[in-house]
């Protein structure tokens, strides 16, 4: 008789648990549609020499729901710095090494800017040694990826640097 | 599960280190697995950085682990994040309240390793 009783219980408590966890699915669901929302109004500027590049750029942001009528292509500082000063963007994605001004230089320029200082910015480049890194980082990049780079990885950093 | 990024958080160092054992045994990766003392530490963490799952103790001074999960299901962009509630709490009205304030998988402490295993897996999907 008493184990009869507990064994109910477990069962009633497996499907309250059972419905808990679906209201919360529900509830992840339209937070999803939020962001969903929020990204399709994120603009990020890519900067990148390679057309290939920024291509590939293009497609992996787009699959992780930016709309591509809200990214900005350039492919080098300067051109990313034009077209900055009349266009807000939430995130820069640039390239390293370019011809004309360089993603060091850009960065730079960038956080010397009072109107641009703040936006967050991602270095992305096949310079892997140390020293580099550390010059990229105290020169302002809030986050540094290495080519070749897995999308996956790319998606983190750039939800996180938009927080 | 190399690049799987981990947030531990309990009071205890002591438990702070059975977990991490346990993890690196599983195959997690050492620079991967990060740990707070309380919820306030690790919600200030998750907002700085990327977690694929938290793995968090109920009763911390500070910031409670049912008060962080809160704060994290209430988040624009940390609702998502996998969360594992490890505790002593037993009662069926505490386990419930854990569940609706959206923790994926809980677990009873003391607890066998394999559990802990079966458990993360489950949620990492």
Same mark, same amino acid.
């Given at each position: 008789?008493?184990?009869?009783?507990?064994?109910?219980?477990?069962?009633?408590?497996?499907?309250?648990?059972?419905?808990?966890?679906?209201?919360?699915?529900?509830?992840?669901?339209?937070?999803?549609?939020?962001?969903?929302?929020?990204?399709?109004?994120?603009?990020?500027?890519?900067?990148?020499?390679?057309?290939?590049?920024?291509?590939?750029?293009?497609?992996?942001?787009?699959?992780?729901?930016?709309?591509?009528?809200?990214?900005?292509?350039?492919?080098?500082?300067?051109?990313?710095?034009?077209?900055?000063?009349?266009?807000?963007?939430?995130?820069?994605?640039?390239?390293?090494?370019?011809?004309?001004?360089?993603?060091?230089?850009?960065?730079?320029?960038?956080?010397?800017?009072?109107?641009?200082?703040?936006?967050?910015?991602?270095?992305?480049?096949?310079?892997?040694?140390?020293?580099?890194?550390?010059?990229?980082?105290?020169?302002?990049?809030?986050?540094?990826?290495?080519?070749?780079?897995?999308?996956?990885?790319?998606?983190?950093?750039?939800?996180?640097?938009?927080? | 599960?190399? @690049?799987?990024?981990?947030?531990?958080?309990?009071?205890?160092?002591? =438990?702070?280190?059975?977990? /991490?054992?346990? $993890? #690196?045994?599983?195959?997690?990766?050492?620079?991967? @697995?990060?740990?707070?003392?309380?919820?306030?530490?690790?919600?200030? =963490?998750?907002?700085?950085? /990327?977690?694929? $799952? #938290?793995?968090?103790?109920?009763?911390?001074?500070?910031?409670?682990?049912?008060?962080?999960?809160?704060?994290?299901?209430?988040?624009?962009?940390?609702?998502?994040?996998?969360? #594992?509630?490890?505790?002593?709490?037993?009662?069926?009205?505490?386990?419930?309240?854990?569940?609706?304030?959206?923790?994926?998988?809980?677990?009873?402490?003391?607890?066998?390793?394999?559990?802990?295993?079966?458990?993360?897996?489950?949620?990492?999907?």
């Amino acid at each position: 008789m008493e184990s009869d009783s507990s064994e109910k219980t477990i069962i009633d408590l497996n499907e309250e648990i059972f419905q808990l966890k679906a209201e919360n699915k529900k509830l992840k669901e339209s937070l999803r549609k939020e962001r969903e929302q929020r990204l399709r109004l994120t603009k990020i500027l890519v900067v990148d020499d390679s057309e290939l590049m920024q291509e590939i750029l293009l497609d992996a942001l787009m699959e992780f729901g930016f709309q591509w009528s809200n990214i900005g292509l350039a492919d080098n500082g300067q051109k990313a710095l034009d077209i900055l000063s009349d266009q807000a963007f939430n995130l820069i994605i640039s390239d390293w090494h370019m011809p004309g001004m360089t993603g060091l230089e850009f960065i730079k320029k960038i956080r010397a800017t009072p109107e641009l200082f703040k936006i967050p910015f991602l270095m992305m480049t096949s310079e892997d040694q140390k020293e580099n890194v550390l010059k990229a980082a105290s020169s302002g990049v809030d986050q540094y990826m290495l080519k070749p780079f897995d999308n996956e990885d790319l998606r983190k950093k750039v939800l996180a640097l938009l927080k | 599960m190399q @690049i799987t990024k981990i947030l531990v958080v309990d009071d205890s160092s002591a =438990m702070q280190e059975v977990i /991490f054992d346990a $993890l #690196i045994e599983f195959g997690f990766k050492r620079p991967r @697995i990060k740990f707070a003392n309380n919820g306030q530490k690790a919600l200030r =963490m998750a907002y700085e950085q /990327f977690f694929d $799952l #938290i793995i968090s103790d109920w009763h911390m001074p500070g910031l409670t682990g049912l008060e962080f999960i809160q704060e994290i299901r209430g988040h624009p962009d940390l609702f998502e994040i996998p969360f #594992i509630m490890m505790t002593v709490e037993d009662q069926e009205k505490n386990i419930l309240k854990a569940f609706s304030s959206g923790v994926d998988q809980y677990i009873l402490k003391p607890f066998k390793i394999e559990d802990l295993k079966e458990k993360i897996l489950k949620v990492l999907g």
